[in-house]
């Protein structure tokens, strides 16, 4: 298992390499740049044009890349362009509150899909399958900023039971308990469309097991209908239940985006609109580096959760 770690993180080299190479190319293909955000009255052209200069704007895109490249290695993100603080203090300010979000959002997402899929699954065809099937497809269908915005009319305009945005309520210290009272509204914005698209996986994985006959022997042997369900066919049924929760942690990073936008919670998600509008391009740069290497990670992490689930996965 080392071994395959270690390959697998070298081949993760190149493969981000590559990956640098693209996103930088889209982001300098875009219209505008950095300086078209600075003009003012009071600024000539020849100032406008001195601060390109200043900024490496008019060099061969090349040479730009090379020297983004050559401060990476040295561990260094660069400076953000609109508000001229190091990008790795700006992201480090906002990944604490983007991963909160993001974590409690995929738990709680598949603390629902898990049992509701089960549900779905051992009563086939039943009133109880339609319900749960019909609940997978709102889930899917309902827009995050319309669930938002709609969440937030309700339980924040007509009845002021929650916040509607914000990380800390204004004029507080905030705290733990604080924190997670804001949370509550962005969390079940995007753990419902988490849920919606994992009950159909966990239902059609469930199933598949359901009819095996190892199952059909534990049931002749005396076992409850629960242990057979929870514990052996459940646990066969991860593999595909992994792979599909694996990959919402990338994808929750351009959710965020959106959610974090009506929520107006402080993350990555609101750090990435703010530098796509001001033509940041060392911000931009260094979020596009971190959802690669969190699609890369990910994987890296499903395939070891796979041999944990099911012992007679060996990798070489």
Known sequence: MFVYIVRRILISIPVLLGITIVN????????????????????????LELRKEQLGLNDPLWMQYLTWMGNLLQGNL??????????????????????????ASIVVGVL?????????????????????????FLGISIPNFFLGLGLIYIFALKNPWLPSGG??????????VD?????????????????????RYVRASMLEILGQDYLRTARAKGL????VTNRHALRNALIPIITVVGMEIPLLLGGAVITEQIFQWP??????????????YPT?????????????????????????ADPRIKYN
Do not use: C
Not at 24 to 47: K, R, W
């Open 24 to 47: 930088f190319l889209i982001i300098n293909m875009a219209p505008g740049s950095p300086v078209d955000m600075m003009v003012d009255p009071n600024i000539s052209a020849e100032q």
């Open 78 to 103: 660069g400076y953000s362009l609109s508000s001229f603080e190091p990008v790795s203090t700006l992201i480090g300010e906002r990944i604490g509150p983007t991963v909160a979000l993001m974590g």
């Open 112 to 136: 629902i899909a898990v049992p509701f899929g089960i549900i779905s699954a051992t009563r086939q065809y039943s009133k109880w399958d339609y319900l749960m099937t019909t609940g997978s």
């Open 167 to 176: 990380m800390t309520t204004l004029g507080t210290e905030g705290g733990i």
């Open 179 to 199: 924190t997670l009272y804001h949370m509550v509204l962005p969390v079940f914005v995007l753990a419902i469309g988490i849920a919606g698209k994992k009950i």
């Open 224 to 227: 409850r209908e629960f242990v």
């Open 267 to 280: 993350g990555i998600g609101q750090l990435t609109m703010q530098s796509i509008m001001s033509r940041d």
């Open 284 to 308: 931009m740069m260094a979020l596009n580096l971190l959802a690669a290497v969190m699609v890369l990670f990910s994987n890296l992490v499903m395939d070891i959760l796979y041999s944990v």
